[in-house]
């Protein structure tokens, strides 16, 4: 089981994490535009070794519109202060089919 948690947002940030123990969490993207940085740990070990953590990135633009095979796709700047960075395509027909699927296990 994964605990997830938002830890780093903009000024007013009002995003959510729906579901923060559920292998498939929902995060909410509230109504503030910018940088989101989420936490997943391990239920029974949340040391810093033990924790995984995402950027991203909400845009203040409108969605697309959506896609038959539910692929949307969003823009996305780079962020240089974040540091290194691994890309992962998270969605029904992508590689990773969920956030739980997408964490890495040191």
């Not at 509230?30 to 239920?43: D, S």
Request: aromatic letters at 6%; hydrophobic letters at 40%.
């Amino acid at each position: 089981m994964i605990d997830w948690t938002i830890v780093a947002a903009p000024s007013g940030g009002d995003a959510t994490v729906m579901n923060p123990t559920y292998p498939q969490p929902v995060f909410s993207s509230g109504t503030v535009p910018g940088q989101y940085a989420i936490r997943g740990c391990p239920h029974v070990d949340h040391s810093a070794g033990a924790c995984d953590e995402l950027a991203i990135w909400v845009s203040p633009n409108n969605p697309p519109s959506a896609n038959a095979d539910k692929v949307e796709q969003v823009p996305c700047d780079v962020d240089t202060t974040m540091g290194a960075a691994t890309v992962m395509d998270i969605g029904p027909s992508q590689t990773y089919a969920d956030l739980l699927a997408a964490t890495v296990v040191p």
